[in-house]
């Protein structure tokens, strides 16, 4: 993280303490002795507004590197809750966990992308929520919302964004333009990918000239013969952290989502970010309760606090996709003037609305997502 991202995690606490002092009167409560402080600095909002339940603890289910530390604490300390988190890499895993281990691994909350929400939806493992119980959605941007369809009956929006190309503007002589530049024998060992079947079979087919969500058996089997020639130029897979090896100077170039490209942009101004000419891969992410959760009360709690306008800003510095809570974005531009210049001067995470609409979404394909699978394995191996 650049020095000027580690400014902005430590002066947070000061703003978001100030702003509560001039609302109440203190920090967090009835004096400064009151406030709830992470282990970072920051000062926790309280509830705005409180959610009563009896629970004592929320088990959470979330992609690496996707919730801000202090979020995660502060609403341990806020509600007086045990908060348990657990991470994966992919929808797949996620989908392991919940379809089979539903018993083993009980989640509260888990965070789906795009089309495994539709798959969860499908398969009854997700609760349709109750909008009645969801006061601070009214913090959302109508406008971004539209991307989840029918699904809003079923998850509460977290982030969005695309899933392009980055590369590295000192050391790579020719400059990609499109998913079929990636083919290029010059990047030979010089790409990290996401490790996302969607994504990474997606681009192939779209340098085909195909629909990323097809089931035509003819065309994929294309797309795969593609894929195995480029595996040459993959150096790694990575979801956990695919900006780490490219900020190492392991790798020179990735596909990967806007966030982290933004992320390794700000360490590194050499790095680019590129919208293929065949379009991005659209994604968006939601926060839904399992079918079977054994403390959903809390997570309804949790849902509220996350949409605080004076919470989920932390997202901005922490983990800057593209952020749908207005909210957020309006606490930003008034008390984290650089935090909100930086996000809203980018076209890395403020996506220009032309490049959502000209970006590609993955969908549930029901039976035919094991085709995709098959095309994985090959590939990988």
Not at 58 to 69: D, G, K, L, R
Not at 74 to 82: D, E, H, Q, R, T
Not at 86 to 95: A, G, I, Q
Request: aromatic share 12%.
């Amino acid at each position: 993280m650049n020095g000027k991202l580690n400014i902005y995690r430590l002066v947070r606490s000061i703003f978001v303490g100030l702003l509560l002092v001039g609302v109440t009167g203190c920090a967090a409560g009835s004096n400064e002795s009151d406030e709830l402080v992470t282990s970072s600095g920051f000062v926790c909002p309280q509830p705005n507004p409180r959610v009563e339940f009896e629970s004592k603890e929320i088990n959470i289910f979330t992609w690496t590197e996707y919730v801000p530390a202090d979020i995660l604490d502060c609403f341990g300390l806020v509600y007086g809750v045990k908060v348990n988190t657990d991470y994966f890499s992919s929808n797949e895993e996620l989908y392991s966990k919940v379809s089979i281990g539903q018993n083993v691994n009980p989640y509260d909350v888990i965070h789906p992308s795009d089309y495994m929400i539709g798959v969860l939806m499908r398969e009854g493992l997700l609760q349709e929520l109750d909008a009645g119980r969801l006061p601070n959605s009214k913090n959302l941007d109508a406008g971004l919302l539209a991307a989840y369809g029918d699904s809003l009956k079923y998850v509460v929006p977290y982030q969005m964004g695309t899933q392009a190309i980055v590369y590295n503007s000192e050391t790579v002589e020719n400059p990609p333009k499109s998913w079929a530049d990636l083919w290029s024998s010059e990047y030979e060992g010089r790409i990290v990918a996401v490790d996302d079947n969607r994504v990474v079979i997606g681009a192939a087919l779209l340098m085909l000239g195909y629909d990323v969500n097809t089931t035509d058996e003819a065309q994929l089997e294309e797309a795969k013969q593609k894929l195995l020639e480029l595996m040459p130029n993959i150096r790694v897979f990575d979801s956990d952290s695919p900006k780490t090896p490219l900020l190492a100077g392991d790798v020179d170039l990735g596909i990967v989502w806007n966030g982290e490209a933004f992320l390794a942009q700000q360490e590194n101004a050499a790095f680019e970010y590129v919208f293929p000419e065949e379009g991005s891969i659209i994604f968006y992410d939601g926060m839904g309760i399992p079918e079977k959760a054994p403390h959903p009360d809390a997570s309804y709690a949790w849902f509220n606090y996350l949409m605080q306008g004076e919470v989920f800003w932390l997202t901005l510095v922490d983990y800057p996709y593209t952020n749908p809570n207005s909210a957020a974005l309006e606490f930003a531009r008034a008390n984290q003037t650089e935090v909100y210049n930086a996000y809203i001067s980018s076209a890395i995470t403020n996506t220009p609305a032309e490049m959502f609409a000209k970006g590609h979404e993955v969908q549930d394909l029901g039976a035919a997502l094991s085709l995709y699978d098959e095309i994985w394995t090959e590939i990988k191996q």
